[in-house]
């Protein structure tokens, strides 16, 4: 298949070099449980193409694409405004968004020198020409991006790292390709910690032949929890600037299923917004 063109920016984002690597990637995948944890993410993959397979459908069937792209739309430009209040982020800034997916950020941030990569990419392209023609994508793994280091001012990452196979090793490439003085959106889901639990339990058993997939564990291949996830930053060159959580109000407790879901709470939004930090200069 034909690479797509990355326009307004050859020669200046081009794919890492061999000898170059990344912090995710030649990491070799060793052991039975790492072989489950990549069977698994292969999986999520799967589900995730045929989810957004009948996605489309629906959406072209009854005609709703433009609202579907109104919500995205006024998603993107807040994320623009926010990173806009640290600094300011032109129209030909190189943006890089790590897991664009069917309609990512991306496609609506207005970037000129903007590019996607996703490993389905290649996939979504037919299935959603409308909004994947508005930035090129490359079908690739975030564990091991295709770019040289230190080469986008911007890097977004909305909400996708809990159905990769290694997400702190995404963490690290990200921060690898951000520029020093760039600036990094990053956003997913937290949980309560029992829900890691029963997420690493479903991968076990059916990893160990016995298929019984439950969604909301099958999509994913982890459930983190909000120090999982602020951890994956401890070690890298990045300065956190804002860090947000905002966990859904359920409302009154009306019976014990209701108390059950105000402790053992999930999908609360966790945000971060960070600075990649100059290189330390020689003593």
């Known amino acids: ?14 794919q890492r070099p061999a000898g170059e690597p990344g912090a995710g990637a030649g990491e070799p995948r060793r052991g039975w449980l790492a072989e489950l944890r990549h069977r698994r993410a292969a999986r999520a993959l799967e589900r995730q193409l045929a989810s957004q397979r009948d996605k489309a459908n629906v959406i072209h069937s009854q005609q709703d694409d433009v609202a579907v792209a109104a919500r995205r739309l006024v998603h993107a430009r807040d994320v623009r405004e926010r990173l806009e209040r640290i600094r300011p982020v032109p129209r030909d800034a ?36 409308g909004w994947q023609g508005r930035a090129p994508t490359i079908a690739a793994a975030g564990e091991a991006l295709p770019f040289p280091s230190s080469v986008f001012d911007v890097v977004l990452c909305d909400n996708v790292i809990d159905h990769a196979e290694r997400p702190a090793a995404i963490v690290a490439e990200m921060a690898r390709v951000l520029a020093p003085g760039g600036l990094l959106y990053f956003s997913v889901n937290v949980h ?47 300065r956190v600037l804002e860090e ?37 200069s020689p003593s």
């Open 244 to 280: 947000f959580v905002a966990r859904e109000d359920p409302g009154p407790a009306r019976h014990a299923g209701d108390l059950f879901k105000r402790v053992f709470f999930k999908n609360a939004a966790f945000e971060v917004i960070a600075v990649r930090e100059p290189p330390a």
């Open 94 to 129: 190189r943006v890089l968004e790590v897991g664009s997916g069917p309609h990512g950020l991306i496609f609506f941030f207005g970037s000129s020198r903007g590019v996607g990569v996703d490993p389905l990419a290649a996939e979504y392209r037919p299935l959603f020409a």
């Open 192 to 238: 309560h910690p029992v829900y890691g639990v029963a997420s690493r339990l479903h991968g076990l058993w059916n990893g160990l032949g016995l298929r019984l997939e439950i969604r909301p564990f099958a999509d994913h291949t982890v459930h983190l929890t909000e120090d999982e996830a602020r951890r994956m930053f401890g070690p890298l060159p990045l």
């Open 1 to 14: 298949m034909e690479r797509p063109r990355l326009s307004g920016m050859e020669g200046q984002v081009t």
